[in-house]
């Protein structure tokens, strides 16, 4: 059974950075694909970006070139380092494991995804 544990959210003002963290227990991160998903409040869950086995990196729009998705095989956990937060980043974030290696079209897709954490909430504000 694959357990997965998100950490790291919490209140930030705008502008403001926060590094999240996730450790899947019965998985390894670095044979894995795993991605990061956000739920904000009365909204749908929407992809924020995925790391797949061989270190490629897949971000939404929204987020590209503020967040980044890394890993450390050492400690078997996936990082999301988010810079230059809004307000409208504010949502709980969820972290996933997929199921194989999706294919492109399914990859930014929760489908996609097999295992899940219970998220950690992030709250940008002034």
């Known amino acids: 059974q694959v357990h997965v544990v998100e950490s790291g959210g919490r209140w930030v003002q705008p502008g403001g950075s926060l590094r999240l963290s996730c450790a899947p227990s019965?998985?390894?991160?670095?044979?894995?694909?795993m991605g990061w998903f956000r739920q904000a409040a009365g909204q749908e869950r929407e992809f924020v970006a995925a790391r797949r086995n061989n270190g490629a990196t897949y971000y939404a729009d929204s987020v590209k070139g503020r967040f980044t998705v890394s890993r450390d095989d050492g400690k078997n956990t996936l990082y999301l380092e988010m810079n230059s937060l809004r307000p409208e980043d504010t949502a709980v974030y969820y972290c996933?494991?997929?199921?194989?290696?999706?294919?492109?079209?399914?990859?930014?897709?929760?489908?996609?995804?097999?295992?899940w954490g219970q998220g950690t909430q992030v709250t940008v504000s002034s």
């Open positions: 019965g998985r390894t991160v670095r044979t894995s694909t």
């Open positions: 996933a494991v997929a199921a194989g290696s999706p294919i492109m079209s399914f990859l930014k897709t929760a489908p996609a995804y097999e295992y």
